[in-house]
């Protein structure tokens, strides 16, 4: 009967914990996996061609509904003429958020030594979980492809919102040095992740450097004063690690106030939530808000934690000993990557129990006494949190702090660029360095002339103004308006309730010719011109 009652107080227990997942899920999910907006409407004159190999290749990989689709946009081909690749050339598909630190190198180097991709990857909610692994995938496919055309390639990576967590974990796992990764880390030299929702708590922008709140290694242009960081930790701690052998080659640009990378200590309950919320059809769910479907499709998620939590809790026979409490095994167990246990012990029926097996209940009171109090002390900041509106803090219109990266300079406090200026004169110098054959110098200082190069071909990028700085618009969150176009660029509609609808993907008018990787890493003497088709993509606001 004791052991009844303390299976039956965790139910209760269980039972005040669904309901906080439930109510946040969706909002921390979506915090984690903004709407990005992609490029205004293009009318632009696409060539198939046999493309070169490249000193440096940038690869990209942007947030939400914003990725090349295969069959609307011309793909990569493989060695072997035949297979598509799951990316896309800059020239033919554009990304409004990162296109100005991906693009920023080209117009610095001579032509045909720096090229970009973006990555395709499904970039939607239907379970975020499967997203982000399918966009890693693909991003190692793509990169090893390329590896074994052009060897001497060296590679770039932009990753920003969902895709900084593909990022993160590709760098992650390049670094590692793992059989699945396939890359050598010596040819990564740089690597930037906006809004990395892996971040440790106190950690700099550049994790593993000399100077982690200064610069990468081997950038000796300072990126700000001091040692400020932002406060908090990344939501989804569970996909935190180490960079390995690219330690010192990473920029992690956080903003106080986006939840995604900043989020305070002390909220089990919604770490809890953006777990669940990671396994969920959030698109779904915000399309179609709370229905028998979207409903089973909850149950059946927390029915799955609660199972494993038991099972969890069965397999360690110590476990009522232990400091571990039941909600920290519900954070466990929620992870999308745990990995279930077996039970340690099998029962067996008995017609008595022996003193042993009694004993773990003396540890009963002790053990509700630290349910209690680990709940409120890994809580206290759970309240203030969600009256503080996370949703607006972090994706707000005019003020959220998802989007700081492009608007963040602060020259009298001495940061005179904004994050997404230093990625692109950073990136812009590691190309300059591999176009001359140049190994990366750690005490390295850029040009005044180096740097202007860079600034300016930020400034020149279609996705951003002169200045670099948000528009503001009524109803529209800040964002860069697009040089050398009629209207600005749509900003991401940031809902003010709970149904959203996920963006669009761009139209086109013809299917258009794929691109093809080289073969060796001796450039072609010359690139040869074959079908011309009109590609027009449409942006339809986020939503």
Request: hydrophobic residues 40%; negative net charge.
């Amino acid at each position: 009967m004791p052991v009844r009652g303390f299976f039956s107080r965790h139910r209760i227990l269980a039972g005040a914990v669904a309901p906080a997942a439930l109510g946040v899920a969706a909002l921390v999910a979506v915090a984690v996996a903004v709407d990005s907006p992609q490029s205004q409407t293009i009318e632009t004159e696409l060539t198939a061609s046999v493309t070169e190999c490249h000193d440096t290749v940038g690869i990209g990989v942007a947030g939400r509904g914003d990725t090349p689709v295969e069959g609307t946009t011309k793909m990569l081909v493989g060695a072997d003429g035949k297979t598509l690749l799951p990316a896309a050339l800059t020239d033919d598909y554009s990304s409004h958020w990162v296109d100005p630190v991906l693009k920023a190198p080209a117009g610095s180097v001579k032509d045909g030594s720096y090229a970009s991709v973006y990555i395709a990857y499904p970039a939607n909610m239907d379970s975020y979980e499967e997203a982000v692994t399918t966009g890693a995938d693909n991003t190692r496919a793509v990169m090893k492809a390329i590896s074994a055309a052009c060897p001497n390639t060296k590679f770039s990576i932009v990753g920003y919102s969902e895709g900084a967590d593909v990022v993160r974990r590709v760098a992650m796992d390049i670094g590692s040095e793992s059989s699945t990764s396939g890359i050598n880390p010596d040819n990564v030299v740089g690597v930037v992740i906006f809004a990395d929702a892996g971040r440790l708590a106190g950690e700099g922008p550049f994790p593993g450097a000399k100077n982690p709140y200064m610069n990468p290694d081997g950038f000796n242009e300072q990126y700000q004063d001091g040692k400020n960081t932002a406060s908090g930790s990344g939501a989804l701690p569970g996909t935190s690690g180490d960079f390995g052998a690219l330690k010192g080659k990473i920029a992690s640009f956080c903003s106080d106030g986006d939840l995604t990378c900043a989020a305070p200590e002390n909220i089990s309950l919604l770490i809890l939530a953006a777990n669940v919320g990671r396994q969920l059809n959030v698109d779904q769910l915000q399309a179609q808000n709370l229905t028998p479907a979207t409903g089973m499709d909850i149950a059946v998620v927390m029915g799955r934690v609660m199972f494993d939590a038991f099972n969890d809790i069965s397999s360690n026979p110590t476990w009522m000993q232990s400091d571990e409490t039941f909600l920290d095994v519900l954070l466990k167990v929620s992870d999308p990557a745990y990995k279930p246990s077996e039970a340690t012990t099998k029962p067996v029926a008995k017609d008595s129990v022996s003193t042993e097996e009694v004993s773990p209940l003396a540890y009963l009171p002790q053990k509700l006494f630290k349910e209690i109090v680990g709940l409120i002390a890994t809580n206290q900041n759970t309240i203030p949190v969600v009256m503080n509106d996370p949703y607006g803090l972090t994706l707000g219109p005019d003020v959220g702090h998802h989007f700081d990266y492009w608007r963040d300079s602060d020259a009298a406090n001495g940061k005179p660029l904004t994050s997404a200026e230093y990625a692109a004169a950073w990136l812009t110098y590691l190309a300059k360095q591999a176009q001359d054959g140049k190994p990366v110098d750690s005490s390295a200082k850029p040009t005044a002339e180096e740097m202007a190069d860079a600034i300016d071909a930020l400034a020149a990028s279609p996705s951003v103004t002169d200045s670099a700085k948000p528009t503001t618009t009524t109803g529209a969150a800040a964002q860069p308006a697009p040089a050398g176009s009629g209207s600005a660029a749509p900003a991401p509609a940031v809902p003010t309730t709970s149904s959203v609808a996920p963006a669009a993907t761009p139209s086109v008018t013809s299917t258009v010719a794929p691109s093809t990787l080289v073969q060796s890493s001796a450039p072609p003497a010359a690139t040869t011109a074959t079908t011309t088709s009109t590609t027009t993509t449409t942006q339809a606001a986020a939503g």
